[in-house]
C-alpha cells in the first residue's frame, strides 16, 4: 500500500473515531414512578432546612435569665387571670406571649444531636420555669376572691390520648417552622396556642392554692404530657432532617437511646389513654341520658306529670340518673317501664332514681303552685292548638261549599251563552322552574267540547272564564 492510500485511510479511520456513537433511546418514567417522585418533590424538608440557624435559635429560645424571667411571669399572670374569669381570649394572648416552649424545644435538640451541654441547660431551665411559674400562680389564686373552678379550669385536669396527638404534631410543627430559612411567625404562634403547655401549669398551681391535690396532679400531668411529647416530635424531626452530631454515638448506644425513650413515651401516654376511654364513655353516657329525659318531656310520656330536674352522674361501674317529678305520682310499673326504656338507650348499667311530691322532694307551696300552673298554661296552650286547627278545618269545609255553590251558578251561565261545552273542572296546578326551582301555582281550566266549536267561539269561552274567575293567568287544558 503506497503512503498516500495509508494515509487517507488513516483519515478515514480518524473521522469515524470522532464523530459521536448514537445513544441508546431512554424509556420514559412510567407512571407510577412519576407518581413517586413528585410526591417526593412536595414532601421533602430538607432543601429548605437552615441547621446552623435552627440550632442557634433554638440555643437561645432555651435560655431563661433576663427578660425571659419576667416574660414568663407576666405571662403566667395573664393566663392564671384568663382561667379565673373563664376567658379564652385572655388564655390565648397569654400563650403567644410563653417563653416556656424555648427549653422544650431545647430538650429535643440536645437528645437529638447528643448536645449534653444543651440538654444539661435545657433541663435545668425548664425546672426553674415549672417553679416560677407553679409560684405566681399559686400566689395569683391565693388572693383572688374568685375560688370555684371554671370550666376553663375544669378543661385541664383530665389529660387523654387527644392531647398527646395534638403536643405530638405541635412540636414537629414547631421544629419545622424554626428549621425554615425563612422562619413563620404564624405557625409558630399556633404551635403554642395548639400544644397549650401554660395553663395546665396555672391550674396546678390552682389545685396548690385552693388544696385541691387531685386537680394539681391532673393539670401537672398533662403539663408534663404536652412537654414530653413536643420534645419527642423534635427529637423525631432532628433526626429526620440529618442534624449534625455534636458528640459521637456508637450504634450501641444510639440503639440504646432510642429504646429508652420509646419505654418511657409508652409510661408516659398509658394513663391518657384510659383517661379518653373514660371521656369517651363518659360523653355518650350524656348523650344518651339528655335524649332519655327530652322524650319524657316533650313528649308528656304521662299525664299530669311534669319533670321538675334531672340531674346524671356518671361512674364506670354504674351511673345514676334522678328525676325529680311534680303532678301525679307514677305507679311503681311506670317507674319500670322508665327503667326498661333505659335500654334503648344503650345505658343499661344506669340506676334511674324517681322522686315525686309526697315521696323525697319537698317543695316550698309557693313552688309547687307555680309548677301546677305551668302545667295548667300547657294544657290550656294544647286545648288552644287543637281550637286553631278545628276553626281552620270549618273554614275550609265552609270555602269549599261556597266554591260548589259558585261553580253551580258558573255551569248554569256556560249553559245559557255556551252551548257548546259539555262539562269542565277547574283545578289548582303548580309549576316549578326546573332551573329556579321556583315554584308558582294557578289555576288550570280543563274542558270538555259538545262537537267541534270554532275557534273564535272558544276564545269569547276562555275570555269570558278569565272575567268569571278574575283571573289573567289561566291555563286551558281541551278534550
Known amino acids: 500500500m503506497t503512503t498516500k492510500n495509508r494515509l487517507f485511510l488513516q483519515q478515514i479511520i480518524t473521522t469515524m473515531e470522532q464523530q459521536p456513537t448514537p445513544e441508546t433511546p431512554k424509556e420514559s418514567p412510567s407512571f407510577a414512578q412519576q407518581l413517586r417522585d413528585k410526591l417526593k418533590e412536595i414532601t421533602q424538608l430538607q432543601e429548605d432546612t437552615d441547621i446552623e440557624t435552627t ?23 395573664i393566663a392564671s387571670v384568663g382561667l379565673n374569669i373563664n376567658s379564652t381570649a385572655v388564655i390565648i394572648g397569654a400563650m403567644l406571649i410563653s417563653p416556656l416552649m424555648g427549653p422544650i424545644l431545647g430538650i429535643g435538640l440536645a437528645i437529638g444531636t447528643t448536645d449534653k451541654d444543651l440538654l444539661r441547660k435545657s433541663l435545668i431551665n425548664w425546672g426553674i420555669m415549672v417553679f416560677i411559674s407553679l409560684l405566681f400562680s399559686s400566689l395569683y389564686f391565693l388572693i383572688s376572691p374568685l375560688n370555684d373552678a371554671r370550666s376553663e379550669l375544669l378543661a385541664r385536669t383530665s389529660p387523654t390520648i387527644f392531647d398527646v396527638i395534638i403536643a405530638f404534631f405541635g412540636g414537629a ?19 403554642a396556642i395548639a400544644t397549650a403547655i401554660m395553663p395546665p401549669l396555672c391550674t396546678a398551681g390552682y389545685g396548690l392554692a385552693t388544696g385541691q391535690i387531685h386537680y394539681f396532679l391532673g393539670a401537672f400531668y398533662l403539663f408534663f404530657l404536652n ?39 409508652v409510661l408516659v401516654i398509658v394513663p391518657s389513654i384510659f383517661m379518653a376511654i373514660n371521656v369517651i364513655q363518659e360523653s355518650q353516657f350524656q348523650y344518651q341520658a339528655n ?32 328525676l325529680s317529678l311534680i303532678g301525679r305520682a307514677l305507679t311503681q310499673d311506670e317507674i319500670s317501664q322508665l327503667q326498661m326504656k ?18 323525697s322532694v319537698n317543695m316550698d307551696i309557693s313552688v309547687q303552685a307555680n309548677i301546677i300552673e305551668n302545667l295548667l298554661a300547657k294544657r290550656d296552650s294544647i286545648i288552644a292548638e287543637k281550637d286553631s286547627i278545628i276553626r281552620l278545618m270549618e273554614q275550609d269545609i265552609t270555602l269549599q261549599e261556597r266554591v260548589a255553590d259558585s261553580y253551580e251558578q258558573i255551569a248554569r251561565e256556560i249553559a245559557l251563552q255556551f252551548p257548546f261545552v259539555k262539562n269542565f273542572s277547574i283545578n289548582n296546578s ?38 268569571r274567575l278574575a283571573t289573567d293567568n289561566l291555563h286551558i287544558l281541551e278534550r
Open 55 to 77: 440550632i442557634s435559635s433554638v440555643k437561645k429560645s432555651a435560655d431563661f435569665k433576663g427578660p425571659t424571667v419576667w416574660i414568663l411571669a407576666c405571662a403566667i399572670i
Open 173 to 191: 410543627a414547631g421544629i419545622i417552622a424554626t428549621s425554615r430559612k425563612e422562619q413563620s411567625f404564624t405557625i409558630i404562634s399556633g404551635v
Open 227 to 265: 412537654s414530653f411529647f413536643i420534645a419527642l416530635a423534635t427529637f423525631i424531626m432532628v433526626r429526620y432532617l440529618h442534624f449534625p452530631y455534636v458528640q459521637y454515638m456508637d450504634p450501641h448506644q444510639r440503639k440504646l437511646v432510642k429504646r429508652t425513650i420509646s419505654i418511657f413515651a
Open 291 to 322: 335524649k332519655f329525659v327530652n322524650e319524657i318531656q316533650q313528649t308528656h310520656m304521662f299525664d299530669d306529670t311534669q319533670v321538675l330536674s334531672a340531674e346524671k352522674e356518671f361512674h364506670r361501674k354504674g351511673s345514676l340518673i334522678q
Open 342 to 359: 333505659l335500654d334503648e338507650y344503650g345505658i343499661k348499667k344506669t340506676k334511674l332514681e324517681v322522686k315525686q311530691k309526697g315521696h
Open 430 to 467: 303548580v309549576q316549578v322552574d326546573v332551573k329556579t326551582t321556583k315554584a308558582e301555582t294557578f289555576p288550570t281550566l280543563i274542558v270538555t267540547y259538545n262537537g267541534k266549536p270554532s275557534d273564535e267561539d272558544k276564545q269569547q269561552f276562555f275570555k269570558w272564564m278569565k272575567v
